[in-house]
């Protein structure tokens, strides 16, 4: 009775389909007095069934959350919907198979119980009092077990038979394959100027204008604030701050390590069960009959799970010595290791790399001189920030506390250094008039501080002030149609099988190329106008800086013969079938339930909900 994969498949569908299908159905009370909560036709959903689940459901989520959750939450969480939609789902599977007569016979129902480890004694046999004290523990009777047991069992009979070995026709993942895979082969040329055969002239005054009002947005300045502020950085300081020669020493020493690095090796271990069997992985080593990465692939490992990156000499213990004698691609072995014995190859050789203090010397004063510095800047942020509090001006932060002033013209691509601090970009971005100044805090351990002095709104550069830039613009504008035009005239010729060489064009061949590579120096949109041509056929593909001929000479297939493509086959293939089960099952479940009617009984449901409360 397989229940791996398709038990899966049954219960997400049953959650996904059941729990909306729930919206549809009225609830109808069966009684007052009744023990179940709702019914699928003749099959009845029990108090206890569903408060089971429900508390089952809760502590799963808790489980998985490391938190607690009260049954407020557990309800605006739609826990209660889906233990409920799965009910329904396990109770409509359950009537159709009673009305088919479908069950799972008393002896497999035997052989799946005593196969539960957890009935199991210490000889690995059934032990029925380890069956009893179980189901105690759970809360559950023999009969009740074992009917559950049978339930579910005839339940994925049930939608097994339906959606195993569910295929879609080949014709449609063939499709979606050769849109992922199929390759094409193609001719193309980028034009230059040298293309033309008659070169742009230069434009008039009146071009010019024109061409400065169509492009307004190209030349117009940004809004502006006009800002003054204060800054202190621990480079400013950092002249000011005295490390002697002791702390740099006491640096050094500390972190010898760094600066003494022995000789090293990358290695990699493989690890076996006794010496015999090392000896003779070794021995087919060396007689060519297998490698290193045939015996790592045939234990199921990666290479990844034997690398012990690189190591000293003491790291290898016993190999130390033999592994430091070897040569890259070397395996030295057997010798022992704290995993049992093992083989070792060497992949690569770090030579020892030793720093004397004269030479670490200035970057160490360095780095305390500038740890140093930034202390001396955050001891000054109280003070500030109490400046700032007290109605003080930037002016006078200068003078009370050794800071920088400086005025600008802010926009989000101002170049002055200061910009390029995330902390006072969001500082200036939302500064107003009015806003008194506060500390910002740079992410460097510097200080600043911004006022506001005025806004200039954005504005269209005089022509004279940006003509170069407006000409060049121009310029590259009306080449690009010049060379666009020109480009519809040469696909005429190679429409009639010409050669772009011939035409004096400076090709480029690409092969086997598919719809996701990219081609680079080719414009935007390029790779989908070559999978829209036909074979044979030329075109124009350009974009406002770039304009290329393309001749599409192959389309090709995809290349089943390249792991990736036939892995990608596998999984269309694979992830179709699942579809096309999950809509098959979707169709049997809502005819099931609409055939034998759902019925609920909303009282008993806030009862079971009242205990939990």
Known sequence: MAKGATSKIFVWILLALLIVGLAGFGATSLSGNSRSIGAVGDEKISIQEYARALQDEIRAIQAQTGQTITFEQAIAFGLDRSVLGRLIGSAALDNEARSIGLSLGDENLRRQIVEIPSFQGGDGKFDREAYRFALGQAGLTEAEFEEEMRADATRSLLQGALITGVTMPAAYSDTLLGYYAERRNFTWAVLDRAALTTPVPAPTEEQLATYHQDNAARFTSPAIKQLTYVWLSPEMVIDQVD??????????????????????????????????????????????????????????????????????????DAAGGAVFNAQVGDVVGPFESSLGPALFRVNGILAAKETAYEDAREAIRLELAADRARRMVESQSENVDDLLAGGATLEELVTEAGMKLATMDWHDDAEDRINGYAAFRNAAEAVADGDYPELIRLDDGGLAALRLEGEVAPALKPLDEVREDVSAAWLAAETTKALAARADEITQE???????????????????????????????????????????????????ATVTIVQLT?????????PEVSALAASLAQE??????????????????????????????????????
């Open 576 to 613: 179709i079938n699942a579809s096309l089960a999950q809509d098959l099952y979707a169709a049997y479940a809502r005819n099931i339930q609409d055939t034998a009617g759902i019925n609920l009984d909303q009282a008993a449901i806030n009862a079971v909900h009242a205990n939990f409360q």
């Open 494 to 544: 190679l429409s009639g099988a010409g050669d772009m060489a011939a035409l004096g064009l400076t090709a480029r061949v690409e092969t086997a190329v598919t719809r996701n590579e990219f081609i680079s120096g080719s414009p935007v949109g390029f790779l989908t106008k070559v999978f829209e041509m036909d074979a044979g056929t030329a075109a124009v593909v350009s974009d406002a």
């Open 243 to 316: 490390v002697d020669e002791a702390a740099i020493r006491e640096q050094y020493d500390a972190n010898l390590a760094t600066y003494m690095r022995p000789e090293r090796r990358l290695v990699e271990r493989l690890v076996f069960s006794d010496d015999d069997a090392a000896l003779a992985a070794k021995a087919k080593i060396e007689t060519g009959e297998t490698q290193f990465e045939t015996l790592v692939e045939d234990r199921g490992l990666d290479l990844s799970d034997v690398d012990l990156g690189d190591v000293t000499k003491d790291d290898l």
């Open 554 to 562: 192959d389309i090709l297939p995809p290349d089943m013969d390249d």
